[in-house]
């Protein structure tokens, strides 16, 4: 089936720093995708979208890079902080509104 | 303007019975999706409703089902629970495809 994978299940950055969340992707056909974070005891929260007709997306603080030639997202956030501790989730549109979510990256900002 | 809200919020049932849970989109989103999220499996796709119509379907027994109302509402249901359903129930909403998707605070239930 489809699989969308986190390189990296844990990441630790020190406060103020870039931290750059990456994920996989199989179906070449997939034409959107969502990032979210997710914290403890809360549903996911939409950080921000990309289709495929783009290659980069910004948003504040954050950013998407999608790379199709290589089925390739990446989440950057800059200056991190404490707040942005969270689970990070890449989806991966299927069909309608079925996304295939990867397995997450826990990020942990260091004070 | 509200959120996307389920309930009931937390849950706990016995191993054979059946449970109901409700979501509430976005006001004016007609797509409401539901999500299994447990720690070993992480979040799976149940099924997709628009418009009354259930559009999408996982790879889920068919003791889960689910349906939407005319208001959008949607309701999921388990029947004969087993332990391993234990598990955040999330629904998402939004209002067409290629949009951004929602999600509820989550349904936690725990079958014992």
């Known amino acids: 089936g489809e699989s969308v994978g986190l390189h990296l299940p844990t990441l630790s950055v020190q406060e103020g720093d870039n931290s750059i969340i990456n994920c996989a992707y199989s179906n070449s056909a997939s034409d959107y995708f969502i990032w979210y974070k997710q914290e403890s005891g809360k549903g996911p929260q939409f950080i921000i979208d990309?289709?495929?007709?783009?290659d980069k997306r910004q948003g504040q603080r954050v950013t998407v890079l999608l790379n199709k030639t290589v089925k390739h997202l990446s989440l950057q956030i800059a200056a991190t902080q404490p707040g942005d501790s969270a689970v990070y989730f890449c989806?991966?549109?299927?069909?309608?509104?079925?996304?295939?979510f990867g397995t997450g990256t826990s990020l942990t900002v260091i004070p | 303007k509200a959120g996307v809200t389920q309930t009931p919020r937390y849950l706990i049932k016995t191993r054979g019975q059946q449970v109901t849970l409700s979501c509430s989109p976005i006001s004016g989103h007609r797509s409401v999706s539901w999500y299994q999220q447990t720690p070993g499996q992480g979040l799976q796709f149940l099924f997709e409703?628009?418009?009354?119509?259930?559009?999408n379907k996982g790879n889920f027994p068919g003791r889960f089902s689910g349906r939407q109302f005319s208001n959008s509402r949607s309701e999921m249901n388990v029947s004969t629970l087993e332990l391993g359903d234990s598990a955040l129930y999330l629904c998402?909403?939004?209002?067409?495809?290629?949009?951004?998707?929602?999600f509820g605070p989550g349904t936690r239930l725990t079958v014992t």
């Open positions: 998402a909403s939004s209002n067409s495809v290629n949009r951004e998707q929602y």
């Open positions: 990309i289709r495929s007709n783009m």
């Open positions: 989806a991966e549109k299927l069909t309608g509104n079925q996304f295939y």
């Open positions: 409703y628009f418009s009354e119509t259930q559009r």
